[in-house]
Every structure is written in structure tokens, then in C-alpha cells.
């Protein structure tokens, strides 16, 4: 069983930055992809990043690309996201997800194990 703690979130003003951090335990988190997730008020939770186990392979959705860079250290078992560049539209929930070598990351219903969630609040 992965347990999956998110931490780094907060409120920031438009075009701003914010680095979100995922610390992982309880299984062999080598081995599984990593992504996150967000939820805006009253609406589904949309794919934003991902990256593979090996950390060789990323993917992000449209929006947050050239903006948004995701990371891993397998040796700390932590995956960040950094967030620059941030839009009002950004605002949400930020998940972290964990998966078993997944066929899509890209897919948020591949994965696994999910993180209780940070918030992000981005202020025009």
C-alpha cells in the first residue's frame, strides 16, 4: 500500500510561482509512474502532469506546458511540480497519484493511489 503526503501549496498572485512536493512510502515507489491532478471548484479532476518510474518519459496536459515541470528523486522516493508562470485558471486541488508501471499516464482513472490533496490559489 503507497501512502502519498502532498505539501507546497498556498495562495499566490497571477504569474507567479509555487513548487509542489509529493513524498511517497510504503511500497517499492520506484517502480510506479507519478502524476498530478487537480480539481477546480465544482468541477472533474483533469490530468496535469506525469512521469515515468525511470523518470526518462514526462507528459502534461496543454495548458500547463512550458509553464509547469515535473521531477522525481527516486533515492528521497519525493516527485515535485514546479508551477510557474501561474493563471487564475490554475486554481484547484492539486493530487498526487501513484501507478504500477501504467499503459497512460496521461489517463487520470490508471491510477492507483492518491494523496489527500493541496490547495492552490492563484489571484488575478
Known amino acids: 500500500q503507497v501512502q502519498l503526503v502532498e505539501s507546497g501549496g498556498g495562495l499566490v498572485q497571477a504569474g507567479g510561482f509555487l513548487r509542489l512536493s509529493c513524498s511517497a512510502s510504503?511500497?517499492?515507489?520506484?517502480?510506479?509512474?507519478m502524476g498530478w491532478v487537480r480539481q477546480a471548484p465544482g468541477k472533474e479532476r483533469d490530468f496535469v502532469a506525469a512521469?515515468?518510474?525511470?523518470?526518462?518519459?514526462?507528459d502534461y496536459t496543454d495548458s500547463v506546458k512550458g509553464r509547469f515541470t515535473i521531477s522525481r528523486d527516486n533515492a528521497k522516493n519525493t516527485v515535485d511540480l514546479q508551477m510557474n508562470g501561474l493563471r487564475p485558471e490554475d486554481t484547484a486541488v492539486y493530487y498526487c497519484?501513484?501507478?504500477?508501471?501504467?499503459?497512460?499516464?496521461?489517463?487520470?482513472?490508471?491510477?492507483?493511489?492518491w494523496g489527500q490533496g493541496t490547495q492552490v490559489s492563484v489571484s488575478s
Open positions: 497519484a501513484a501507478v504500477h508501471r501504467s499503459r497512460r499516464m496521461d489517463v487520470k482513472e490508471e491510477y492507483e493511489y
Open positions: 510504503g511500497g517499492t515507489v520506484i517502480t510506479y509512474d
Open positions: 512521469i515515468s518510474w525511470s523518470g526518462r518519459g514526462t
